[in-house]
């Protein structure tokens, strides 16, 4: 007897047809009256297999084609006919892919859908599909009802079927009408709670719960009339499990001590992006699951051109990970293919150069004075000599002065001492040689107290060469640089000079080695976010000198909002922005990042005391440095002076006996030439 059953239902189905393609037009009305606020936007998805005619009608509804046609085209006549909301009609055939393109050119989420759907699975995911399909509209928060107008043996597994397939979708706020086995005049409306037993345990679908009936009587009623789309997401849920992908990067994930298990796995327990992903867990009442990246160069995620995502994002969106972060800022692709959450950080650029290096010891002495300055302190040396010297030789007037003074190099010699504060050998006594003497003590006495008294500054602390503080300094310098690509977005002003030199010659980074390369080694630079370089001036502290280790410099850019990334659609994303704005308004985050630095300056190694530029430095032989290296560049100089006068003097004498020889030489053959010519005077 049971082969009855079917054609009884048929044949009940065939006779009520009418009558519940009416109740469930005036359900669907109904439900989008009391669900979707006027003027929003609903997506209505129709489907039948009469893709002849059904679509032709659909396209140009009107009074003449909607008078004895299909329940969709009743429904869209009776939902245009409302003048309530915005209505898009989604078809989802091969052949109208070009007519739903209009659905590209809409730039705001959907409120509501209304699905009319077949009892085929194959049919029903491909109208999901076609729906997810439209970035820019699809919302899987939006309000979802399923209508299915088929009379079933068993509805609630057909319910459950769809809702099963929806939840894939990440679809909750969604109510399936169909019409009820147990009584024949009314409809079922189903649906599930993600995290409420029996229907959902932790976000996983398990069974489809009865919430109301449509009483087909009049114009149709609810039998219970409860609220249809009621809050289904907890606060509290309950101790389940969240997984995180995370960038091991400091400073916003890292690990302050090493904790080992048979598998020897580091513990991330501190970063200011750990400490509020820690926040937001205890807050929702999660367990924590962490799952550190394991791309070790492209650590960083990236879109691929099939579109999958590398690294922690890739974790999200192939569904391994609930929650990814680590300083990860927000792009266009990002915000399109995840869930955002609030923005808890504000960020810029700086660029972390070498510090500039102390002068040399020799080279502090000859920084007193300018290039200019001591070019016309030899000048003068050189010119008071000289005026010594013709004063004293060629002047009648002054020939009373001493032997000392009538030499060119006792003149100098006698200047030089003057400079250097020693006395010379022999005093002037013209009183005009005098004069000139005493005005050359005084000007030699003004640059000598100068002199030692900037010296003995520079000697303890020699200063500093130039520090790269802009692009065109790091240009100039010739060192190499390089950043993250990724940072290319924030460089403003394309077109200039500087950043095409700078885009065109940079080394690419993706891990902390460049910036340790600029503090320690201090042949490179980088670019990089502004709390890392914060991060790193705590944690390196002080250098010998009393200076900060890490020197930077503003760059130019966009502003880097920070955000953490959840899968499109998260259950999670509301009560965890939720947590994130607690977070923020109660200033936690701030004190969390100066409690990490404090930590962090605490423990540092490097950590010395900045030198007060008013305390004492005791007056060391290392700071006599520059004067040893004068004192041997002296001793050389003078060595090679006393070889040059020993040549030279070597190379006189030879001349001189040289010249002697040839003389005597010269005068043997005149003499005997002689004699001949007085003999021949006293013959005659």
């Not at 140009?60 to 245009?80: E, K, P, V």
């Not at 995180?244 to 298990?261: D, Q, T, W």
């Amino acid at each position: 007897m049971l082969w009855l059953i079917p054609m009884l239902i048929h044949a009940a189905a065939g006779h009520n047809r009418a009558l519940v393609d009416v109740h469930l037009i005036n359900c669907v009305l109904h439900v989008s009256d009391t669900n979707v606020d006027k003027g929003f936007l609903i997506i209505a998805s129709l489907f039948s297999k009469d893709t002849s005619t059904h679509t032709r009608r659909i396209r140009n509804f009107s009074q003449q084609y909607c008078g004895n046609t299909t329940t969709n085209c009743d429904l869209l006549h009776a939902l245009h006919l409302s003048k309530k909301w915005q209505i898009l009609t989604l078809l989802p055939l091969a052949e109208e892919h070009e007519y739903n393109n209009i659905l590209h050119d809409i730039h705001h989420k959907t409120t509501a859908y209304i699905l009319w759907v077949q009892n085929e699975l194959g049919y029903r995911r491909r109208q999901l599909k076609t729906l997810r399909s439209y970035q820019n509209t699809w919302n899987s928060r939006a309000r979802f009802l399923i209508v299915v107008d088929e009379i079933l043996l068993d509805p609630r597994h057909t319910a459950e079927e769809i809702l099963k397939e929806v939840a894939h979708f990440k679809v909750f706020n969604v109510i399936v009408v169909i019409p009820s086995n147990g009584s024949p005049r009314a409809f079922d409306v189903y649906t599930w709670f993600p995290y409420e037993l029996p229907s959902g345990q932790c976000g996983n679908f398990k069974n489809s719960i009865l919430v109301d009936q449509w009483i087909m009587e009049g114009k149709g009623r609810f039998l219970r009339n409860v609220s249809l789309f009621p809050p289904k997401i907890p606060r509290d849920f309950g101790g389940c499990k969240i997984t995180a992908a995370l960038i091991p990067a400091k400073p916003f994930v890292m690990s302050l001590n090493r904790e080992a298990n048979k598998e020897n796995f580091t513990v991330y327990n501190e970063g200011s992006d750990i400490r509020l992903f820690l926040f937001v867990a205890e807050v929702m009442n999660m367990s924590v699951t962490v799952t550190p990246s394991v791309n070790v160069k492209e650590i960083w995620p990236v879109k691929l051109e099939n579109g999958s995502w590398t690294g922690v994002l890739g974790e999200v969106f192939d569904k391994e990970a609930d929650i990814a972060f680590s300083g990860l800022s927000i792009n266009l692709d990002r915000y399109i293919h995840f869930d955002v959450t609030k923005v808890y950080y504000f960020s810029g650029l700086l660029w972390i150069v070498p510090c500039a290096e102390p002068f040399e010891g020799w080279y502090s002495i000859t920084r007193v004075f300018s290039a200019s300055l001591w070019s016309l302190i030899f000048i003068m040396i050189f010119l008071s000599a000289g005026f010594m010297y013709f004063t004293s030789k060629y002047c009648p007037q002054f020939i009373e002065a001493v032997d000392s003074y009538r030499n060119i190099s006792n003149c100098f010699y006698n200047v030089w001492a003057i400079f250097l504060g020693t006395s010379v050998p022999n005093m002037p006594v013209t009183d005009h040689l005098k004069f000139f003497f005493v005005i050359l003590v005084w000007y030699s006495l003004a640059i000598n107290t100068v002199f030692q008294a900037f010296v003995t500054s520079y000697l303890i602390d020699p200063g500093f060469h130039k520090q790269i503080s802009s692009l065109e300094d790091l240009i100039a310098s010739g060192i190499e640089y390089g950043y993250y690509p990724g940072l290319d977005v924030l460089l403003p002003k394309k077109s200039d000079w500087r950043f095409k030199e700078i885009t065109s010659h940079r080394i690419p980074c993706y891990n902390e080695s460049c910036a340790e390369r600029a503090v320690v080694k201090k042949d490179f630079a980088t670019l990089t976010d502004t709390m890392y370089t914060e991060y790193m001036k705590t944690y390196a502290a002080y250098d010998s000198y009393g200076r900060p280790a890490v020197c930077s410099f503003k760059q130019e850019s966009k502003v880097r909002p920070v955000a953490m990334y959840l899968k499109k659609g998260s259950f999670l994303t509301e009560n965890a922005n939720r947590a994130i704005s607690i977070a923020i308004e109660a200033g936690l985050n701030t004190f969390w990042w100066k409690n990490i630095l404090h930590t962090l300056r605490n423990k540092a190694a490097a950590v010395a005391e900045q030198t007060l530029k008013d305390d004492y430095t005791v007056f060391l032989l290392d700071h006599l440095q520059g004067v040893f290296y004068l004192l041997a560049l002296g001793h050389c100089l003078a060595f090679l002076t006393f070889t040059g006068e020993l040549m030279h003097n070597m190379l006189h004498a030879r001349t001189r006996l040289l010249k002697t020889t040839n003389h005597r030489n010269n005068l043997v053959p005149l003499r005997g030439g002689g004699g001949g010519r007085r003999n021949d005077w006293d013959k005659a």
